[in-house]
T-cell receptor, first 113, second 114 residues
Framework: DSGVTQTPKHLITATGQRVTLRCSPRSGDLSVYWYQQSLDQGLQFLIQYYNGEERAKGNILERFSAQQFPDLHSELNLSSLELGDSALYFC????????????FGPGTRLTVL | AQSVTQLDSQVPVFEEAPVELRCNYSSSVSVYLFWYVQYPNQGLQLLLKYLSGSTLVKGINGFEAEFNKSQTSFHLRKPSVHISDTAEYFCAVSVASNTDKLIFGTGTRLQVFP
């Protein structure tokens, strides 16, 4: 158990819908990262937040957005869903950015039908 | 930009045999290097990391890796594998900056046979 929690574990929805994935980092960790794992794209970095502010953006679609709240939990919002958005979405956390270990949550498996 | 290449998509090996999983990276700046393991239906767990110092890094579960700057490689080794080592292994790099996003390789599926 990494200490990072993600809800829900599984999500099945239809094309065009909007979903919200939630992540609670390890106690004391200020930085949160979101990654997408899919068969065709592999593991890709989406976005990073540090202490409530966006720190870095990766290959995140405009239909996707995220935020980190004052209690440091984070949410990833996916809208206008397409079949290709089906993937495993991981959240990770670390104390601060800069070479330290990132602790990964168990992931949310999103299936878009 | 940085990139990571894991040349072997699958590595089959018998139990108690040695194994090496290969990882090469490309970067114009100094990087940190990581190996993560993903067991079926689970998240990623850090096996080991290289930040600086000794180029031979020891990790959990008997794994070790050697950083070779001239060959831009960070191969993962284990002298004797167990059935329980069957999993997907990912090599990753990050750049030392104010963001340490991980850039992953495509993964190597290690299959250990009895």
């Amino acid at each position: 158990d990494s200490g990072v929690t993600q809800t829900p574990k599984h999500l099945i929805t239809a094309t065009g819908q909007r979903v919200t994935l939630r992540c609670s980092p390890r106690s004391g960790d200020l930085s949160v990262y979101w990654y997408q794992q899919s068969l065709d794209q592999g593991l890709q970095f989406l976005i990073q937040y540090y202490n409530g502010e966006e720190r870095a953006k990766g290959n995140i679609l405009e239909r996707f957005s995220a935020q980190q709240f004052p209690d440091l939990h984070s949410e990833l919002n996916l809208s206008s869903l397409e079949l290709g958005d089906s993937a495993l979405y991981f959240c990770a956390s670390s104390v601060v950015p800069g070479g330290g270990e990132q602790f990964f949550g168990p992931g949310t498996r999103l299936t878009v039908l | 930009a940085q990139s990571v290449t894991q040349l072997d998509s699958q590595v089959p090996v018998f139990e108690e045999a040695p194994v090496e999983l290969r990882c090469n990276y490309s970067s114009s700046v100094s990087v940190y290097l990581f190996w993560y393991v993903q067991y079926p239906n689970q998240g990623l767990q850090l096996l080991l990391k290289y930040l600086s110092g000794s180029t031979l890094v020891k990790g959990i579960n008997g794994f070790e890796a050697e950083f070779n700057k001239s060959q831009t490689s960070f191969h993962l080794r284990k002298p004797s594998v167990h059935i329980s080592d069957t999993a997907e292994y990912f090599c990753a790099v990050s750049v030392a900056s104010n963001t340490d996003k991980l850039i992953f390789g495509t993964g190597t599926r290690l299959q250990v046979f009895p």
